[in-house]
């Protein structure tokens, strides 16, 4: 089991930055691949950034790619999700997602936290 606790989001004005954190508990945290999604309004989850175990590896969305940047920290168990110049079609409720070998598929992914909410406002 691992347990996924989120937080930073908030509401940013546009061109704005927010750094979310994802915080992890339950299995050695250098085990797992780490991901970001999100669910804006009307719409469904979507992947948004993934990490690799050691921080080496990342992938991104086409719409973040240059905007935001996934890290983590194995020593504090926390992954991040840096976001800057941010746009009002960001507007989300940003999850994090853990799992041993899954990369961008939603339904993939074992573990999830609970989601923070962020709003980009013109």
């Known amino acids: 089991q691992v347990q996924l606790v989120e937080s930073g989001g908030g509401l940013v004005q546009v061109g704005g930055s927010l750094r979310l954190s994802c915080a992890a508990a339950?299995?050695?945290?250098?085990?797992?691949?780490m991901a970001w999604f999100r669910q804006r309004p009307g719409k469904e989850r979507e992947f948004v950034a993934v990490?690799?175990?050691?921080?080496?590896?990342?992938a991104y969305v086409d719409s973040v790619k240059g905007r935001f940047t996934i890290s983590r920290d194995n020593a504090r168990n926390t992954a991040y999700l840096q976001m800057s110049n941010l746009k009002p079609e960001d507007t989300a409720v940003y999850y994090c997602?853990?799992?041993?070998?899954?990369?961008?598929?939603?339904?993939?992914?074992?573990?999830w936290g609970q989601g923070t909410q962020v709003t980009v406002s013109s």
């Open positions: 997602a853990a799992d041993q070998i899954a990369w961008r598929i939603l339904h993939d992914y074992s573990y």
């Open positions: 339950g299995r050695p945290f250098s085990a797992i691949n």
């Open positions: 990490i690799g175990q050691s921080g080496a590896s990342t």
